[in-house]
Structures are given as structure tokens and as C-alpha cells.
């Protein structure tokens, strides 16, 4: 396969680390590394393909500590996280995963809370699992391609393009003709379930946009309406509320319930909850969140970004290629 206009990564840990011994989370596993953008000593991920790329992780509690890991770009904004502070013996995982829009040269890395009160766990199992992928290159950029890492001499002049093959060439022309769709959003505020009974479904609503190709997804009324048939994926993750239960849908349609999370524990402490699945849509069907209502329950986040949801078209139907674009 040619990788010059693809790149993906996928790394496992098989140690754990402590709060305070360093920062970037590191991996010492490379399963797949297409592209050679993802540097396992470092931890870091170096964007040489703009585009909207899908990053996902999953870490280990380790006993009796706490756990926070941000997913970071460029070192200082922090996009997601995955966190649990319940300082009990068991072992435990939590997941997180988004979708970001890179630039050429941008890094995006797992860190760690430098606190000696937090840890991440791992064994040969492994616990700890890292991977991100391009779903959609960036068609309107003018770079093209930026080399990620030293190439064999005499293949290529410095900052050019390699070689091409002809199903490079056909993937290419293909690229900006197939149809796109894909969003990824954040709350960085609670949802506090009300005391008054409530019978409309309303949805879970958003106020961080990271990607919003095609522009098919409202964060304000937290609907995504599908403009072209075909095969998606949809992955959520929530933050639990001190003393409240967690209950939220994926819901379709008029209300069908296609996969959901819950933690009925009412106990002081956050924690968060991973829910993802494929879904077969019509042009119009629409897909959103719905958080249970009631006053026992609420949705858990802030600035670190606890509650996200994403989703994007891995496959559309072969009508969806000739439909006019211009879905209301």
C-alpha cells in the first residue's frame, strides 16, 4: 500500500506510571504505524497530512490513585480527557475518543497529571492503548504533503512528493468527489437533570465544535442529520456527576434507542462512561444524545471536556454519490 497520503497508528503500554515521573505518556508496543507520524518514545504524534483526524484511548486506574490523562495538541489545549477519582483497590479502565482538525507540524500527545495522587496502569495485558487515524485529508490545502521523517536518498528531492502509483493517483482525484460527513463536539458545562417531570426527549447539546465537515451537525439543538446515505460511526463518551446517576441514549428517528451508557452509582465521586457503534442512515434520518431527565441523574464535565460525541461516514451508499448537495 502506498503511504504517502495515508496515516494511522495504533501503540500499547505495557507498564504503568506514576504521577510526577513524567509527563507524555510513552508506549514500548507500535502495532500499526502507517505514515510514520506517531513517535512511541515520545508519545507524540506529528501531523503531516492536514486533515480531520480520529484519535481515541483507552487507560488503566491504577489502585488506591486517582486517574486524569488529557488528550493535548500542541502541548497546551486540551481537547479531551479521560478521568476517575475514586482512590479505591480495584483496577478499572476508562476510554475517550474525538476528532480534531491538524494543521501540518501540529503534535497532539497523551498527558498525564503530574500529581503524585494520579497514576495510569498497565501490564502485558495491556491496559493502556492509543491509535489515531485520517478519516478526511484536507482537499483545500495547498501542502500536499510535508515529509514526516528521513526518507532513502535519491528517491525524491527534499519536501516533495514520493513517487506515485497509479491507485495513488485514482484514491486522489477520488478523494474530494466522494462525499464527506463528519463532526466532533464537546460540553465543558454539567447537565443537571430537573426536579419537574419531563416528558420530551430533548437532546444533549454542545458548546466546543472541534469538526463539522459539511456542517450536518447543530450543536445547539445536538442533532445530526444525515445528508448522505450510507454507514456511520458514532462513539460518546460522558462524565458521571457527584452524587447522581448517568442514563444517556443514542437516539434516532422519533426516538429509537440504538446504544447507551449507565452507572446508577450515587456515590461522591466522578467517573465517565464510553459508548460507540455503527448505524445504517437514510438521507434525513437524524442521530443525537438524550441525557435521563429526572433529578437523580445528570451529565458530568467542565474545561477538561469529560463529555463528547462524535461521528462520521465510513461508507456511503452508492446513490449518496450522485445526490445533490444541497440537503436543507
Known amino acids: 500500500m502506498t503511504t504517502g497520503m495515508y496515516s494511522a497508528f495504533s501503540a500499547t503500554r505495557s507498564s504503568s506510571i ?20 506517531f513517535n512511541p518514545e515520545m508519545g507524540t504524534f506529528r501531523c503531516r497530512l492536514p486533515g480531520a483526524y480520529y484519535f481515541s484511548f483507552t487507560v488503566g486506574k491504577f489502585p488506591k490513585k486517582m486517574l486524569s490523562v488529557m488528550l493535548v495538541k500542541n502541548g497546551l489545549e486540551v481537547q479531551a480527557m479521560a478521568y476517575d477519582g475514586y482512590q479505591n483497590q480495584g483496577r478499572k479502565v476508562q476510554s475517550q475518543s474525538v476528532m480534531i482538525s491538524l494543521k501540518p507540524m501540529d503534535t497532539v500527545y497523551l498527558l498525564l497529571q503530574e500529581n503524585p495522587q494520579y497514576a495510569i496502569y498497565s501490564n502485558v495485558g495491556p491496559y493502556i492503548t492509543f491509535s489515531g487515524y485520517l478519516v478526511y485529508p484536507d482537499s483545500t490545502s495547498s501542502v500536499g504533503y510535508l515529509n514526516n521523517h528521513l526518507s532513502p536518498p535519491g528517491l525524491h528531492l527534499p519536501g516533495c512528493p514520493p513517487p506515485l502509483d497509479a491507485h495513488y493517483d485514482w484514491r486522489r482525484k477520488r ?4 462525499p464527506r460527513s463528519a463532526f466532533s463536539v464537546a460540553r465543558t458545562t454539567s447537565a443537571l437533570g430537573e426536579s419537574k417531570a419531563r416528558r420530551e426527549r430533548e437532546p444533549l447539546t454542545f458548546d466546543v465544535e472541534y469538526v463539522n465537515i459539511g456542517g450536518h451537525f447543530n450543536k445547539t439543538s445536538g442533532r445530526f442529520t444525515c445528508h448522505f446515505p450510507g454507514a456511520y460511526y458514532f462513539a460518546f463518551t460522558v462524565g458521571k456527576h457527584p452524587r447522581r446517576a448517568v442514563s444517556v441514549k443514542l437516539m434516532t428517528g422519533k426516538g429509537e434507542v440504538r446504544a447507551m451508557v449507565f452507572n446508577e ?35 458530568y464535565s467542565n474545561q477538561g471536556r469529560y463529555t463528547t460525541f462524535s461521528g462520521f461516514l465510513v461508507y456511503p451508499d452508492e446513490e449518496s454519490m450522485n445526490l445533490d448537495r444541497t440537503f436543507p
Do not use: C, H, P
Open 265 to 299: 452509582d450515587m456515590s461522591r465521586r466522578r467517573e465517565m462512561q464510553s459508548q460507540s457503534l455503527l448505524l445504517s442512515l437514510k438521507r434525513g434520518d437524524t442521530v443525537w444524545l438524550y441525557s435521563q431527565q429526572d433529578d437523580g441523574y445528570a451529565v
Open 18 to 37: 506514576l504521577g510526577g515521573t513524567q509527563r507524555a505518556v510513552t508506549f514500548d508496543r507500535l502495532l500499526v504505524n502507517i505514515g510514520e507520524d
Open 175 to 178: 478523494t474530494s468527489e466522494e
